[in-house]
């Protein structure tokens, strides 16, 4: 039912809360109240070049998050019974302030550590990374992103001398005759990207590599493109076998080579080995099709007169314990035909969180400092120590890995305290079974939420904060562009900014300055500290980005216009060149045998969220996708003797789950899909590998070997619950 206008409806421009497209949205107050007595926002789509007004289904229900029956909306403290029961902002963040001391007292300064999330502003995560370097004097925070982006970035940073994401533009897209999309499904992920491939679709173009027909490949169908469905994990070797096709047949672009690159020999050393006929045995693709397609991709680039092409990756390819090597041989191939900073072609990773991009570049990452410099390199510690008035000997030194970080919880050596701030880590990790056992070991959790997730749900005191349309800041989205989050709607009851709450912590701990509470204060700091940094936003201010609109950073001074394209002059490594890296397959750390015959595949829903912590609190998404499920192929169904609806129960190194079977022609008989996004006993990461990237410190989300059974086959064996 509309719901009638206020006669003066207060409409604010900002965009969707969730993935790294960040489109455009107005949310305008409504004359009606909501549950919380505040007024309901109506959302609409707003022009913007990601999405050109468009929103998917989370975008438009996104204001239905902010009244949750159970929102949280006073801090809670765990009593003596073992409830969470609702206190004042003194006594938690006393007893959150206590806490930590006491947690430094006996384990040193490590003593307490610190999880972000890639949803948090700009601002938020800048300020993280400092109380935690500052305040806490810990090494010890990463963040989610070490989930989602943390190979592509090793690679990026190793190969080119920076990370920022996509280096272009979404709309050049639209210019190209081939795009090669690597493990992703953004017709699902990110729906209004679909716009962007319309051109290349319409010249036949489009090359989508998944082990299942999803939404994306379907793009494909009719001519727009080919859809290739290797065996699960094996696209390392498809790449090197391209990269061996572009080399053998002499389809690379010389000039840019010689003049852009290093590294020729060696690479065509480590691909020799990986002439198609062999990789074809391995992934499953034939020789043919893989010389095609290096072809394709050859003919589209402008050194064979081609209008240009684009290498893109997503979590398929990334999410693996060689996930840096894939996108390094990703690049590889795009650097030898030319495409990595120059106009109208390109090379980058699909980012996933709304601020996955800024919360690598501000310091939510052990290894990192605000603007992307380097905890590790003294240059950069002094200009950081120097913003934050420090000595840099104070800084402390690297942290470890967001999974490794997990590990040491509640350990005799490990931190007694965590404070988690945008991240469900009983759903999202991998090996959660684990993950519950070291927060169940923690003296103090201390969760920030605007829900009570899983996470929330064990920890000793929750914050309730504010969220999106109710906050202002800044994010960064998946092309490197800055655009300003504004607030639409006051607070719900006690909830709070996180600027606020760390602010009054930083005091508790001895620190009364240096946290300002207001955004674009926290910004101007933020433009300070990674001024002359590899993410330079010295340029930018909350006043300039509302004046002038969006801009992609760099951005080093207040009259720059910003970078929509970077690379175009050379790469920031020290010759200026671009490194041409070989690696080495091999093949996922849990593969396939006798007891765990078939893939694990996990992924994402069009309809649900991450851990699910706000998309299952959103009724008509809830209703769109219930439950976990496991895809099945129908032969596979025939093996097993099941239809459609049974109820399974699969079982891996780490753990068992169970969850009914969506039996469907669209994935490879080999292979089961699950998608992650539920907590229960259909949880797929109770499932996944715990076994990390050696580079990047990335799991192997995507491949487990797993074995699947019909449930009444168990019956009365050691059939249990699994959570
Ligand atoms: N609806 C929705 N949208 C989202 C999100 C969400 O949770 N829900 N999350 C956001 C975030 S944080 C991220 S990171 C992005 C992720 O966006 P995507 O990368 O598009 O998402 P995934 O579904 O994780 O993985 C993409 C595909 O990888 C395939 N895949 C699995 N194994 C392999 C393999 O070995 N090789 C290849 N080539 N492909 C493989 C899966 O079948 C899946 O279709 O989405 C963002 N957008
Ligand atoms: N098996 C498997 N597991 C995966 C993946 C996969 O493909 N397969 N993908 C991985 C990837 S790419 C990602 S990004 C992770 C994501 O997984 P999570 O890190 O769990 O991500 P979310 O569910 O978005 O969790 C965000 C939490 O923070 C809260 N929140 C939202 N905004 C804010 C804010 O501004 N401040 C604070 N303090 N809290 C906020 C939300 O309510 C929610 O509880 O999952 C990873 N896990
Ligand atoms: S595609 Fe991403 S940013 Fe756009 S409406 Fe959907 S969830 Fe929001
Ligand atoms: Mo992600």
Redo the contacts with the bound molecule.
């Keep these: 039912m509309a719901l009638p206008l206020h006669v003066d409806p207060v409409a604010v421009e900002t965009h969707c809360p969730?993935?790294?497209l960040q489109c455009a949205q107005t949310l305008t107050s409504l004359d009606a109240p909501g549950p919380d007595g505040l007024p309901l926002l109506s959302v609409e789509g707003r022009e913007f070049p990601t999405n050109r007004g468009g929103l998917?289904r989370?975008g438009w229900t996104s204001a239905e998050v902010l009244t949750a029956p159970d929102r949280i909306t006073a801090p809670l403290l765990r009593d003596p019974a073992g409830e969470l029961v609702p206190t004042t902002w003194d006594t938690a963040l006393d007893r959150v302030a206590a806490g930590f001391r006491r947690a430094q007292e006996r384990r040193g300064r490590d003593g307490v550590a610190v999880f972000g999330g890639?949803g948090l502003t700009n601002e938020k995560a800048y300020a993280l990374g400092k109380f935690t370097r500052v305040v806490l004097g810990s090494r010890l925070i990463d963040y989610n992103g070490r989930f989602?982006?943390s190979a592509a970035a090793t690679a990026l940073n190793r190969s080119l001398g920076l990370d920022r994401g996509l280096p272009f533009p979404l709309q050049d897209l639209a210019g190209a005759d081939c795009v090669l999309l690597?493990?992703?499904?953004?017709a699902?992920?990110?729906p209004p990207f679909v716009q962007h491939l319309e051109q290349v679709r319409s010249r036949g173009g489009l090359v989508v590599?998944?082990?299942?027909e999803?939404a994306?490949a379907a793009l494909t169908a009719e001519g727009a493109g080919v859809h290739l469905a290797?065996v699960?994990?094996?696209?390392l070797v498809v790449l090197l076998a391209l990269v061996h096709v572009v080399l053998a047949e002499d389809l690379l672009d010389h000039a840019y080579v010689a003049e852009r690159t290093t590294g020729l020999e060696d690479l065509r050393a480590g691909v020799a080995a990986w002439w198609p006929e062999r990789a074809e045995g391995v992934c499953g693709i034939s020789a043919q099709r893989i010389r095609e397609i290096a072809r394709l991709l050859a003919d589209a680039s402008p050194s064979r007169g081609g209008r240009g092409a684009y290498v893109l990756t997503?979590?398929?390819?990334?999410?693996?314990s060689q996930g840096t090597a894939t996108v390094t041989a990703a690049i590889d191939l795009a650097l030898l035909l030319g495409l990595v900073g120059t106009h109208g072609s390109g090379c980058g990773p699909?980012?996933?969180?709304g601020n996955?991009q800024g919360g690598r570049e501000h310091g939510l990452k052990a290894d990192q400092l605000p603007g992307y410099r380097r905890i590790s390199d003294p240059a950069d510690r002094a200009h950081v120590a120097a913003v934050w008035g420090i000595d840099p000997a104070a800084l402390p030194g690297p942290g470890v890995p967001a999974l490794e970080l997990l590990g040491m919880l509640g350990t005799p050596d490990g931190p007694a305290a965590l404070l988690v701030a945008g991240s469900n880590v009983v759903v999202s990790a991998p090996h959660v079974t684990a993950v519950r056992e070291r927060l169940a070991a923690l003296d103090l959790l201390v969760v920030l939420d605007t829900v009570p997730s899983g996470t929330a749900q064990l920890a000793d005191v929750v914050l309730p904060i504010l969220q999106w349309a109710e906050e202002e800041g800044t994010m960064t989205n998946l092309e490197g562009r800055v655009i300003r989050r504004r607030r639409a709607r006051e607070a719900p009851g006690e909830a709070r900014d996180e600027l606020w709450i760390l602010q009054q912590l930083a005091a508790r701990l001895g620190h009364p300055d240096g946290f300002p509470a207001e955004a674009s204060a926290m910004f101007d700091e933020l433009a300070r500290a990674s001024a002359g940094g590899r993410a330079d936003y010295a340029g930018l201010s909350h006043e300039r980005l509302d004046r002038e609109g969006p801009m992609h950073w760099p951005c080093p001074d207040a009259d720059h216009p910003g970078t929509p394209r970077v690379m175009l002059d050379g790469f920031p490594t020290p010759d200026g060149r671009a490194r041409l890296i070989p690696v080495v397959p091999h093949g996922p750390a849990d593969d396939l045998r006798p007891d765990a015959p078939l893939y694990l595949?996990?992924?994402?829903?069009?309809?649900?969220?991450?851990s699910g912590a706000q998309?299952r609190r959103v009724p008509s998404l809830l209703a769109a996708r219930p439950t976990s499920f496991v895809e099945v192929h129908p032969l596979l169904a025939d093996r097993l003797g099941i239809e459609d609806g049974d109820e399974l129960q699969l079982r891996t190194l780490r753990g068992e789950a169970r969850a009914p079977a969506h039996v469907t022609g669209t994935i490879r008989p080999d292979t089961v899909?699950m998608p992650f996004?539920y907590s229960g006993s259909g949880s797929a990461n109770l499932l996944t590998s715990d076994a990390t990237d050696p580079l990047s410190g990335m799991p192997d989300f995507?491949?487990t070997a797993v074995d699947v059974i019909a449930v009444d086959a168990t019956a009365g064996s050691d059939a249990r619950d699994a959570v």
Aim: one cysteine or more; a positive charge.
């Design positions: 969730y993935c790294a998917c989370k890639g989602c982006m690597l493990g992703s499904n953004l699902a992920t990110m590599m998944d082990p299942r999803t994306t290797p699960p994990g094996t696209d997503g979590r398929g390819v990334e999410q693996s699909l980012t996933g969180q996955g595949v996990t992924g994402r829903l069009l309809e649900q969220y991450q998309t899909f996004h995507k491949v």
